[in-house]
């Protein structure tokens, strides 16, 4: 927290949060922690919350208005479909960038990294196997990595498809592409793990504990921003 863009990016996650905690009392101890945090008064902090909250309102009705215009589907259902359609792309944006230059993953220093990380989402048995492949098999076509899936006529002819990258990249391009669809869809699991977490919690010591934990881990991802 040594620079004010650094203390603020933090009030700014910390107060999105704050704003799905029931629990008053609760509420003003994550305020008061937060502002001791970051070097603040305890006003500072509640008055972003309070914007943060308006701001979250005013986005949900636009949202639910250009929604209720553009389609009769309910809004539940189109933020889910939404969600889904988001990370479909992310992960077949990954496995072309894959199918079109194995090398990308084949780097000795990061792709045991890229491995793990990968195995870490859901659903993403296929893309998983084409990097252990292009790994064990540096020089592997186009071809011998579509090879295995043949037998399954669904999965084949969609890797089919997604083996042409639109629009094309360079190589140096495709394993830019590659890093940051992965960083999307890890931000995009651990939002949708954080919620889900919060939304668990049934009693004021449940919901705490959750708290403290996220908490406890936005600052250790600061420190060791800060340290690298």
Do not use: W
């Not at 043949?150 to 590659?178: D, G, M, T």
């Amino acid at each position: 927290f040594d620079t004010i863009e650094g203390k603020t990016l933090f009030l700014e996650k910390s107060a999105t949060l704050i704003n799905m905690i029931n629990y008053s009392i609760y509420r003003q101890q994550l305020i008061e922690g937060i502002a001791n945090t970051i070097g603040q008064n305890i006003i500072q902090v509640e008055k972003a919350v309070e914007q943060n909250k308006t701001q979250n309102v005013q986005f949900s009705n636009t949202n639910q208005a250009e929604s209720k215009q553009l389609s009769p589907e309910p809004m539940s259902q189109m933020i889910s479909n939404k969600s889904n359609s988001s990370m479909k792309s992310l992960m077949s944006r990954m496995i072309s960038c894959v199918l079109t230059y194995p090398s990308i993953v084949n780097d000795p220093e990061t792709s045991s990294v890229i491995e793990e990380r990968v195995r870490k989402l859901p659903k993403s048995e296929v893309l998983l196997e084409l990097i252990r492949h292009a790994q064990v098999e540096s020089d592997l076509s186009k071809e011998a990595l579509l090879d295995p899936y043949k037998s399954n006529e669904r999965v084949y002819l969609r890797l089919q498809e997604l083996s042409i990258l639109k629009p094309f990249l360079s190589e140096f391009e495709a394993k830019e592409e590659f890093g940051y669809s992965l960083t999307a869809a890890e931000k995009y699991y651990e939002r949708k793990s954080t919620k889900a977490s919060i939304l668990s919690a049934k009693t004021h010591d449940e919901e705490k504990a959750v708290m403290q934990d996220i908490m406890k881990s936005k600052l250790k991802k600061v420190n060791q921003k800060k340290s690298s």
